[in-house]
């Protein structure tokens, strides 16, 4: 094969724990009767609350085909290449096994709100019901040199409390705050998902939803922008130069020659275009992008609903009516438009050996 299929889980595969139908049907097209692949196959999530192992066991159950860790990308997984941050103290956010999923990413110390706000109990205050009964001081030397945000917590106010005493006070929660410490210290977040589909009938809030909270909140205390070191997760050039570089190394195991000429991400739009002044060291980690072609292949199962028509009178402001994305990606109408608009993953599959003329 010549091209290689990047594929979206939530509103393609999933929704929540129950496997779209028409999943099973495309997958049984993907592999022989060994269970081996016929063609290079990344799975693209920006999930980020568990380790790749796990998220390849449930989707190996859920699709019923082996897959392994390393054909799963979760949203965090270029972590990896950032290693000049490794050796910091790193607060991290989120959900899930944070510490495992630090650590395994190459963190060697990471500290969790939880336990921030265990060591700072004045800190959290919002909560009349978890607020400290007797004034206690507690001595923790810590200082945070950046702030990973995996994803959505589960108390945002905390939350949100937390991550800005540590970027007001450079690091030294429990501190005054100092709004001349700017630019603040590194954040790095992934996933900028607005919303996401699971078994309810509406999407859900994302971790961009967290994110757009914590950036209206620090300007509007600071009166100044809340810069990102990195943004990854889909739509992120990161994203998807790495997710290629894991296809490369499946093609590498296996007799397969020929060099990959085009991706098809199914679910996902082609990459977007970061803000020139975020970090772009660990472009030097990565080989050149090789593939000549990133196809977006839409379907209708996920957050995309092909009946919603924009009304009339914003169209004048389409990019306002209608692009969900970051504030620090540059809206491209040509790259949010996709290639290919399909019913389900099974027709994406039949779409991509029909354009590739491949009969497995």
């Known amino acids: ?31 022989n009767s060994q269970g081996q692949f016929l063609v290079p196959v990344v799975f693209v999530t920006n999930a980020g609350n568990c380790l790749r192992q796990k998220k390849a066991d449930q989707l190996s159950h859920l699709l019923g085909v082996p897959i392994s860790q390393d054909q799963v990308m979760m949203s965090h997984s270029p972590l990896r290449m950032f290693k000049r941050y490794h050796e910091k103290c790193v607060l991290v956010s989120g959900q899930g096994p944070l510490l495992d999923i630090a650590q395994d990413l190459g963190f060697c110390q990471p ?17 009349h019901d978890r607020r400290p009964n007797a004034l206690v001081s507690v001595y923790f030397c810590f200082k945070a040199l950046s702030v990973v945000l995996f994803g959505e917590p589960v108390r945002w106010e905390t939350s949100l409390q937390l991550i800005i005493d540590v970027l007001l006070t450079s690091g030294y929660p429990g501190n005054p705050y100092h709004h001349e410490n700017y630019p603040h210290i590194p954040v790095l977040a992934c996933n900028m998902d607005l919303m996401w589909v699971a078994e309810a009938q509406s999407p859900r809030f994302g971790h961009g939803t967290f994110m757009i909270c914590l950036e209206n909140i620090y300007k509007k205390i600071t009166g100044k ?31 397969w020659h020929r060099p990959i000429h085009t991706l098809y991400a199914v679910g996902g739009s082609a ?90």
């Open 1 to 31: 094969p010549s091209f290689g299929f990047l594929f979206d889980i939530d509103g393609v595969l999933v929704r929540g724990k129950t496997p779209i139908p028409a999943a099973r049907t495309a997958f049984q097209k993907l592999v």
């Open 111 to 127: 500290i969790t709100i939880e336990t921030l706000r265990e060591k700072h109990p004045l800190l959290d205050a919002v909560d």
């Open 225 to 255: 922008e809340l810069k990102y070191e990195a943004l990854m997760g889909k739509p992120s050039r990161l994203t998807y130069l790495y997710a290629e570089q894991l296809l490369r190394a499946q093609a590498l195991h296996r007799p």
């Open 271 to 360: 990459a977007l275009s970061q803000d020139d002044d975020m970090d772009h060291g660990w472009e030097n980690q990565l080989a050149p992008a090789a593939a000549a072609h990133c196809r977006s292949v839409l379907v209708c199962t996920g957050v995309y609903n092909p009946h919603t028509e924009v009304p009339l009178e914003t169209r004048d402001s389409i990019t306002e009516a209608v692009f969900h994305g970051h504030r620090d990606f540059r809206f491209d109408p040509g790259l949010v438009e996709p290639d290919h608009i399909v019913p389900d993953v099974d027709a994406a599959v039949d779409l991509v050996f029909q354009l590739e003329n491949f009969a497995p």
